[in-house]
Structure formats: structure tokens, C-alpha cells
């Protein structure tokens, strides 16, 4: 497909565990988002990639959260140590370039269950 | 402290008649505002934007108002039809930063 990729679709985990998300952004987009949906809510802000770096990072609540893009497409979204207060969907963007304004694509998102 | 807000979270409409979803906002540094479109199990989807100097855009059956002043943005679905029922997230844009609603959920009645 063409689109935005996310894997898993769901995962439920172990609280103090850790876990991994992965998102395949749409070929030859510069732009990534990670953000976070809890229930009942919009989406939030969490990190920014401009090709490979973390342009914005200033969303990611604390230092549990980590997020990578080592070849400037494919970014994995990282949390240590999970809490029942991470359980959330979150969700992955891509965008052709610059700021994207207008051309954000959302992948499905995975749902994260911290039990 | 949410900066972007969308104060109805359901709203029913009939088909073939207007809808209108509201948005307001308190950050007078955006300068970019766009309309989502949610369906279950999906990422929203990019559906209107506006830039903070224009106060109307238009496109097809879609029309997004800018009231700067007031700090208030809506979204107009004329007609409106029930492959429209979704929920509508409206965004705010500063910097590198995406600002979303709460979301209103939309019933279009057969």
C-alpha cells in the first residue's frame, strides 16, 4: 500500500515493560509526527523528524519516551518502563517536506495497553 | 491547558442539510488551521485548511470560516450526506507543532 504504515495494530503490555512502535512513512516524505490519542481526546503532539533528526521533540512527556528515524524514514517510537498512563493510540504522520501544513498523512495507529 | 477546543462532542444532522462544526482557540500565534476527518480503526484524514490571512475557504461541499477576531474557526458540509458521519478533529498550526480538538462526533440521518 501507499499509505502510512503502523505496527502492531495493538499491543498490550506488562506495566514496567518495554516497548517499541514502529511506523513506515509514505515513500520519499521528509516530515514525520508521532503523536498520542487518549480516550476521549484529540490527537497530541509528541515528536517532529525533519529526515533523520528530531527537529521538535518537546512534546515527549518525560524521559521514558524515545524516538528514533536512523535513515530518515522508517522511526520507531520508544517507551521504557510503561505505565498504565501511557495506554493511549498513538499515531504516526508523514508529510512530503517543510512544514507540511495541509499534507499531513496519519497511519491507523496502534492502540497500547498497559495492563 | 488546551489551546484548541471543540465544545460540542456529538452533533445530528438530516441529510441534505447544512452541518456547522465550531472550533475555537486561544493561541493568537497560529497561523494555519485545518479540518480532520475520523472514521474507527483509522488515522484522521486531512479534509480543509485555512491560512490565518484568508477568512473563508472552499472546497467542493466544504467551507471553512476564520474569525480571527473572535478566535473562532467553523466547518460548513452543505449538503450533507451519511457517508459524512465521522468525527471531525479541527488543528491549529505553530511552528512544527499541531495543536488538535477534542473532536465532534457527526451523525448525518438518512
Known amino acids: 500500500g501507499a499509505g502510512v504504515s503502523q505496527t502492531p495494530s495493538n499491543k498490550v503490555t506488562e506495566k514496567g515493560k518495554y516497548v517499541e512502535l514502529r511506523c513506515d512513512p509514505i515513500?520519499?516524505?521528509?516530515?514525520l509526527y508521532w503523536y498520542r490519542q487518549s480516550l476521549g481526546q484529540g490527537p497530541e503532539f509528541l515528536i517532529y523528524?525533519?529526515?533523520?533528526?528530531?527537529?521538535?521533540d518537546s512534546g515527549l512527556p518525560n524521559d521514558r519516551f524515545f524516538a528514533v528515524r536512523p535513515e530518515g524514514s522508517v522511526s520507531t517510537l520508544k517507551i521504557q518502563r510503561t505505565e498504565r498512563g501511557d495506554s493511549a493510540v498513538y499515531l504516526c504522520?508523514?508529510?512530503?517536506?517543510?512544514?507540511?501544513?495541509?499534507?499531513?498523512?496519519f497511519g491507523p495507529g496502534t492502540r497500547l495497553t498497559v495492563l | 491547558d488546551q489551546q484548541v477546543k471543540q465544545n460540542s462532542p456529538s452533533l445530528s444532522v438530516q441529510e441534505g442539510r447544512i452541518s456547522i462544526l465550531n472550533c475555537d482557540y486561544t493561541?493568537?500565534?497560529?497561523?494555519?488551521f485545518l479540518w480532520y476527518k475520523k472514521y474507527p480503526a483509522e488515522g484522521p484524514t486531512f479534509l480543509i485548511s485555512?491560512?490565518?490571512?484568508?477568512d473563508k475557504n472552499e472546497d467542493g461541499r466544504f467551507t471553512v470560516f476564520l474569525n480571527k477576531s473572535a478566535k473562532h474557526l467553523s466547518l460548513h458540509i452543505v449538503p450533507s450526506q451519511p457517508g459524512d458521519s465521522a468525527v471531525y478533529f479541527c488543528?491549529?498550526?505553530?511552528?512544527?507543532?499541531?495543536?488538535f480538538g477534542t473532536g465532534t462526533s457527526l451523525t448525518v440521518i438518512p
Open positions: 523528524f525533519q529526515g533523520t533528526g528530531a527537529a521538535d
Open positions: 504522520a508523514s508529510s512530503p517536506g517543510g512544514r507540511g501544513v495541509g499534507t499531513q498523512y
Open positions: 485555512i491560512s490565518s490571512i484568508k
Open positions: 515513500s520519499g516524505h521528509t516530515a
Open positions: 493561541n493568537s500565534m497560529f497561523d494555519y
Open positions: 488543528a491549529a498550526v505553530t511552528g512544527n507543532q499541531f495543536y
